[in-house]
């Protein structure tokens, strides 16, 4: 045999040994799982991006809105002061000044309220000691008194020179009589306003808020510190702004040279732009931690199809795998064990904290420091203080610990709910003069209760409703009737069924059939709504209404109404000899002889039936009021008769 026949023998005989065959197996399974697994978190990619976009753009035009209505409602303040100084140049100042503290005091966002005359002195001010300033030498006084522009402009960010705080100014002109420059009205926002409702939200790793002027300037930026930037020369001032008022677009920050996707929408009212910016980083971070749980499934997989290969390598790899879940539980249960723990305070005989352990910085973000000294009434929130107080004066005759339940605010501003016990120190059996208190968070027990009873009064409310018309159910109607049995001497009831409804859910199709009973309903709910009546889906095509006070004549007069309208709503019905959709009504009023809803509803019933039976198309009353109506056979054009034409709107 010749060496080239043997090279060809010795490869085939390795091509067809099991270890090539489980190799090209593994390798072709291992390929269509990587395939699949990058196929499905591309896909997953995209939908992360759009998803962000979304909420993005949603939460720009939020904080667009907010900006908007926060400065409104300083505009219309300041619109009035400007009207009334035109009126009445000099008004008491002691009770000028008060009202300006009291209009200071119900807007939160105003932190200071000023009147500045012609030369730029304090005439009138929120302040509670208006101080020797002039402001004359401020951009936005100069502006007022060089432009007749009565506009309100929006001056910042700048350093009060009361507070030293940043503000941002919104300022007015104010005009003598004879329309000669007479003074500037100012009101100040706090930056902090702000900041702290922007860093409620959680945007991600290095995301921002910025809250910029028409003119390019940065009113407010979080959470980085960057106002009075100028982004004039940016690219959404320069390419984005004058093509859309909102947006959304992906470029590098100028602040911190990271790559963002930002959404932008200008304030509609106002010369301000809202943009909010998070990193690519930070808006795919669920997608990659989808891409490591669908690694550990890929893996897993792979391992078992490894395992068909070398039962010893996949044995080896699940030992590494558990090892590594063991030791991401071991750390996870060291992380846990260093951070959780209950709070002990100790208080003396005046509420002053004397002693407060470590772990409070963890559950209210100050320090051991930061707590001792202060009393504890006073990091309360206001509400709760009235019961604390209360259990205060039970606690001294009490050898057992009371529980309480109450609101702290942390370092950073947020509420959280505390479980505390308190109860005496006891020294030799009796006694002390301090109080011990444990303090436990369970601010996210409080919000599972609410959102549990906010689901409860869901779940309670869609178990009275139609899921078809949005109309109360029959188990609300009934529940209604009774009350209004039980109040109401004067009660009717209207059983409304609509005519020939099979054949015109057969003829049409049930969407159409379900179309129809919505339009119904939707009627019959605006026919009640300002007569304090009830109307409800009783069954299949069946409704029902219930007109508290209302008299025989009143209630025939509204079925009649009903009957035009659903008349008017022009549905054709193949199977209706009239050719369009129509209802018949039987109407019952309460007699003194009538003791239960149930003989109300029954004669309202047989009042329906009798329509039925008398041709459908018209409002039949119960035989105990058929004396008193006005005729019951509706005209041949099928509008009401003319006693009841004329309450028909447009009739």
């Known amino acids: 045999m010749t060496s080239r026949k043997l090279q060809w023998t010795n490869l085939t005989g390795r091509m067809s040994t099991p270890v090539l065959i489980v190799t090209v197996f593994v390798a072709t399974l291992t390929a269509c799982v990587v395939g699949l697994m990058v196929w499905k978190e591309y896909d997953a990619r995209q939908n992360a991006l759009a998803q962000s976009e979304t909420e993005m753009r949603n939460l720009a035009h939020s904080l667009a809105e907010h900006a908007s209505h926060t400065i409104q409602a300083i505009d219309v303040v300041m619109d009035d002061i400007v009207a009334f100084m035109r009126l009445q140049r000099i008004p008491n100042r002691a009770i000028f000044d008060a009202r300006l503290r009291e209009v200071a005091h119900n807007l939160a966002q105003i932190s200071d309220l000023v009147i500045l005359n012609a030369a730029g002195d304090i005439d009138y001010a929120s302040l509670p000691r208006a101080p020797s300033l002039n402001n004359a030498d401020r951009s936005y006084f100069i502006h007022h008194r060089e ?7 929006i001056t910042g960010p700048l350093l009060s020179r009361y507070s030293g705080r940043p503000i941002i100014a919104l300022t007015r002109r104010i005009e003598n009589p004879d329309g000669s420059f007479g003074g500037v009205v100012i009101a100040t926002i706090d930056s902090g306003y702000f900041t702290d409702f922007y860093k409620t939200l959680d945007l991600g790793s290095d995301g921002a808020i910025t809250l910029a002027v028409s ?5 407010i930026r979080w959470p980085a510190a960057a106002n009075g930037r100028d982004l004039t020369n940016s690219a959404l001032f320069r390419e984005l702004l004058p093509r859309s008022p909102k947006g959304y677009n992906m470029e590098t920050s100028p602040f911190d040279n990271l790559t963002k996707y930002y959404a932008y929408e200008r ?9 909010v910016a998070r990193t690519q980083a930070s808006v ?24 068909l290969a070398a039962i010893l390598a996949g044995q080896l790899r699940n030992r590494q795998r558990f090892e590594a879940i063991l030791r991401e539980r071991d750390a996870r249960h060291r992380l846990i064990d260093a951070n959780i723990g209950d709070v002990v305070v100790l208080l003396d005989e005046r509420g002053v904290v004397t002693f407060v352990s470590e772990s409070v910085e963890g559950v209210l973000g100050f320090t051991a420091e930061q707590m001792v000294g202060r009393t504890y009434l006073d990091m309360l929130y206001p509400d709760d203080i009235p019961a604390l107080r209360a259990m205060g004066r039970q606690l001294a005759q009490c050898r057992e610990a009371l529980r309480a339940e109450f609101r702290m605010e942390r370092a950073d501003g947020t509420i959280v709910w505390l479980e505390a016990n308190f109860r005496f120190t006891r020294q030799n059996g009796k006694p002390g003069n301090h109080i011990v208190c444990t303090l436990r968070d369970v601010t996210r027990r409080k919000q599972v209760e609410d959102e549990v009873e906010a689901l409860n009064s869901r779940l309670a409310e869609l178990a009275r409703t139609d899921g078809l018309t949005g109309l109360p ?7 209604f009737i009774d009350d209004a049995f039980a109040t109401h001497a004067q009660l009717s009831v209207l059983m409304i069924d609509v005519d020939y409804f099979k054949g015109f859910n057969d003829g049409l199709g049930h969407q159409a059939g379900d179309e129809g009973l919505k339009l119904i309903g939707s009627l019959l709910a605006a026919a009640v709504a300002d007569c304090g009546g009830h109307a409800a889906r009783y069954g299949g095509e069946e409704f029902a209404v219930v007109l508290p006070g209302a008299d025989a004549d009143a209630a025939m007069q509204l079925a009649e109404i009903i009957r035009y309208e659903v008349r008017q709503l022009g549905l054709a019905n193949p199977d209706s000899p009239a050719g369009h959709l129509t209802v018949s009504i039987g109407v019952a009023s309460r007699t003194s002889t009538m003791h239960e809803p149930a003989t109300l509803v029954r004669d309202a019933d047989l009042a329906l039936y009798q329509a039925k039976r008398s041709g459908r198309n018209r409002c039949v009353a119960s035989l105990a009021q058929v004396s008193d109506m006005a005729p019951l056979v509706p005209e041949a054009n099928g ?5 009841v034409r004329r309450r028909v709107p447009n009739a």
């Open 284 to 307: 795919l971070a669920r997608w990659r931690e989808g891409i490591r749980s669908d690694a550990l499934v890929a893996t897993a997989m792979l391992a078992c199809i490894a395992l």
């Open 147 to 153: 432009h007749a522009d009565k506009t309100l402009l």
């Open 215 to 219: 003119d390019g300037r940065i009113l």
């Open 267 to 275: 304030v509609q009212r106002y010369p301000l732009i809202v943009t």
């Open 473 to 479: 159910n029959r188990r609300a109607h009934e529940d």
């Open 639 to 643: 509008e009401p008769n003319a006693s």
